[in-house]
């Protein structure tokens, strides 16, 4: 298991609903801690379970102890509601307080 993790793969370790755009736009905003190598983004497994752990709501904790963490995974959350929501509410509460 690699280090570090792709765009995509963080996405799908946030919620199955997060886009790989939601997180190319949390490290604009320095949400998230990348490196980049030459034009590609690249977060560390710790920055992204820094990130989930300080908001529990978008979580796919699931992907979290999985090794296929390219997998959608399963949510205990309302239907209704994308992990891009909830990426986007705590993205705004960080920035209010």
Same mark, same amino acid.
């Given at each position: 298991?690699?280090?570090? !993790? ?10 199955? =609903?997060?886009?790989?755009?939601? !997180?190319? =736009? ?21 920055? !992204? &379970?820094?990130?989930?752990? &300080? ?23 309302? &239907? ?6 909830? !990426? ?10």
């Amino acid at each position: 298991m690699s280090a570090f !993790v792709t765009p995509a793969e963080a996405a799908s370790m946030l919620h199955h =609903t997060v886009s790989r755009r939601t !997180v190319m =736009t949390l490290i604009h905003q320095g949400e998230l801690n990348h490196v980049k190598f030459g034009k590609r983004y690249y977060l560390s497994r710790a920055e !992204v &379970e820094r990130f989930i752990s &300080e908001c529990p709501a978008n979580a796919n904790q699931h992907a979290l102890f999985s090794d296929a963490t390219m997998a959608h995974g399963s949510s205990s959350m309302a &239907e209704n509601t994308s992990g891009q929501d909830l !990426v986007r509410d705590f993205v705004m509460k960080q920035s209010r307080s």
